[in-house]
């Protein structure tokens, strides 16, 4: 006795009402008097015999799609997304910027709280927020960030950016990003007037990171928290990278570095409790940070370049 699921006819009638008319399962097995595993089964099977094929437009469009996936599987991070690379730095940040932009419109949703540390590519990443829907979202600095140097790089000045974008809430972390010890930094953590941004801190919905590394040329040095001193020391003592100015090496270990922390903001072992922590960086100069920032648990997504993303892999 011939099978309802082996039914041509039958399988032509439920692809037709399921695919071209966008009728429900169940709607279809209450019509045709099926049940709803009997439909699914009409499904899979029209799909095995090739009545039905199914292809994803412009998948072709999406020219690192495998790369991603595969460096989602090789790290267990939640989302990869990768951009073209350049051999100009401003234009990588500006590829990866762009990337990010559209990401995160994506990923926020109303009530959201953000965090958002500094960077250089964190800074043109806003200016690809171009249609958001989100509302009522909230964006507090990861770190603090004061004086003359490359304001615009400051945690502060692009959570504020963010939440004019949004129209949003946009609350300060009104201290500097590094003190002059542990001890100071512990007792203006306790300040009154820090407590609002610390908590907030502490029930993100999102963090934003850019990561860096010690060089002339990075985000902390441009700030001038670090100079060209101290980022030679961290070189020798193999840093590979940084989140809101808290060391890690390749391993994504801080602990020999744990006596500087004398950072105001938010302690990166804290992003562990972060649903969505984007680590958003590239180039193959940030390999290893980028490396780091995997294994030491501080990010689960990642926006990068396709250099980097290979590298990774090869790693």
């Known amino acids: 006795m011939k099978k309802v699921v082996d039914d041509v006819r039958l399988m032509i009638r439920v692809c037709d009402l399921y695919y071209n008319q966008s009728i429900s399962q ?5 019509t045709l008097g099926l049940s709803r595993p009997t439909v699914s089964r009409l499904l899979s099977s029209a799909r095995e015999q090739g009545i039905v094929k199914i292809t ?3 998948l072709g469009e999406v020219r690192y799609w495998d790369l991603e996936r595969r460096l989602e599987d090789r790290y267990h991070l939640q989302e990869v997304l990768i951009s073209d690379s350049s051999q ?3 234009e990588l940040m500006d590829h990866i910027g762009r990337m990010a932009g559209r990401y ?3 990923k926020i949703r109303s009530g959201h709280v953000v965090g958002v540390s500094m960077g250089r590519t964190l800074r043109k990443m806003v200016n690809y927020i171009q249609d958001p829907e989100a509302e009522d979202v909230t964006f507090v600095p990861l770190i603090g960030g004061l004086g003359q140097l490359q304001t615009p790089l400051h945690a502060n000045s692009i959570a504020e950016s963010l939440a004019e974008a949004y129209h949003g809430t946009f609350v300060p972390l009104h201290a500097p990003a590094r003190v002059s010890s542990r001890k100071m930094r512990d007792e203006l953590m306790k300040e009154e007037s820090l407590s609002r941004p610390v908590t907030l801190m502490r029930h993100m919905d999102i963090a934003l990171l850019g990561i ?3 060089s002339e040329y990075s985000s902390i040095t441009a700030t001038g928290y670090y100079d060209e001193q101290e980022i030679e020391d961290l070189k020798s003592r193999r840093v590979a990278g940084d989140i809101c100015m808290q060391f890690f090496d390749e391993t994504g270990d801080t602990s020999l570095y744990s006596s500087e ?3 105001i ?3 990166i072992h804290n992003l562990y409790r972060v649903p969505c922590c984007i680590g958003i960086a590239g180039g193959v100069e940030k390999i290893s940070a980028v490396l780091g920032a995997i294994r030491g648990g501080y990010i689960n997504h990642l ?4 250099e980097c993303a290979r590298a990774l892999l090869e790693l």
């Open 26 to 30: 169940q709607k279809i097995a209450q």
């Open 56 to 58: 994803i437009s412009d």
């Open 88 to 90: 100009d730095t401003d």
């Open 104 to 106: 995160v419109e994506r």
């Open 212 to 214: 860096g590394y010690p």
């Open 261 to 263: 922390n004398n950072v």
């Open 265 to 267: 903001g938010a302690d």
């Open 303 to 306: 926006v990068t370049d396709e």
